[in-house]
T-cell receptor, first 116, second 112 residues
Framework: SAVISQKPSRDICQRGTSLTIQCQVD?????MFWYRQQPGQSLTLIAT?????????ESGFVIDKFPISRPNLTFSTLTVSNMSPEDSSIYLC?????????????FGPGTRLTVL | EDQVTQSPEALRLQEGESSSLNCSYT??????LFWYRQDPGKGPEFLFT???AGEEKEKERLKATLTKKESFLHITAPKPEDSATYLC?????????????FGKGTLLTVNP
């Protein structure tokens, strides 16, 4: 399966600021995904990022708050904008492994964000 | 709307004490059910995919089974290194069929 890295691994930010999280994959992949894991809650899909097209956002998530870039087939960024303490969460990227029969998703190590 | 409920929320076992974790789901049409393991401070690690009722998959001390309404993750003679949060997710067929809907997970602690 693909090896996925994320930067930063953790950060502490002040409210009102923005943070950009990077996701790097060691092979070319078509579909990349961004998830949020809030304390005590389920992993929730924020958006799907395909290279060469606009990201597709799930209900409850908007581009102004979570802009996403996908400049090539191995890299994506998620920005958390105008942060509030409610944005404190773990943010994870995942990729579909298209070599597997059901395109199972594999996850990066996550970025732990704390907003003060 | 797809839903996944996992039980129990937390489970504490003694080393060697076998048990099962439950994942109940509702989905319009099941494309796949996935089990992941998540260690503290890490991303979920893929374990199994199940596609149809009656299917079983095994890996070391873990066995996953699937019915039309639920999945079980059986842990046989667990060891302390099996301690982790186990996540269940479903993927619906049709439409945007890449989306995974997760349960909240079961925190498993295995004491030596």
């Amino acid at each position: 399966s693909a090896v996925i890295s994320q930067k930063p691994s953790r950060d502490i930010c002040q409210r009102g600021t923005s943070l950009t999280i990077q996701c790097q994959v060691d092979s070319q992949v078509t579909m990349m995904f961004w998830y949020r894991q809030q304390p005590g809650q389920s992993l929730t899909l924020i958006a799907t990022a395909n290279q060469g097209s606009e990201a597709t956002y799930e209900s409850g998530f908007v581009i102004d708050k979570f802009p996403i870039s996908r400049p090539n087939l191995t890299f994506s960024t998620l920005t958390v904008s105008n942060m509030s303490p409610e944005d404190s969460s773990i943010y994870l990227c995942s990729v579909e492994d298209q070599d597997r029969p059901y395109n199972e998703q594999f996850f990066g190590p996550g970025t732990r964000l704390t907003v003060l | 709307e797809d839903q996944v409920t996992q039980s129990p929320e937390a489970l504490r076992l003694q080393e060697g004490e076998s048990s099962s974790l439950n994942c109940s789901y509702t989905v319009s049409g099941l494309r796949g059910l996935f089990w992941y393991r998540q260690d503290p401070g890490k991303g979920p690690e893929f374990l199994f995919t199940l596609y149809s009722a009656g299917e079983e998959k095994e890996k070391e001390r873990l066995k996953a089974t699937l019915t039309k309404k639920e999945s079980f993750l059986h842990i046989t003679a667990p060891k302390p290194e099996d301690s982790a949060t186990y996540l269940c997710a479903v993927q619906a067929s049709g439409g945007s069929n890449y989306k995974l809907t997760f349960g909240k997970g079961t925190l498993l602690t295995v004491n030596p």
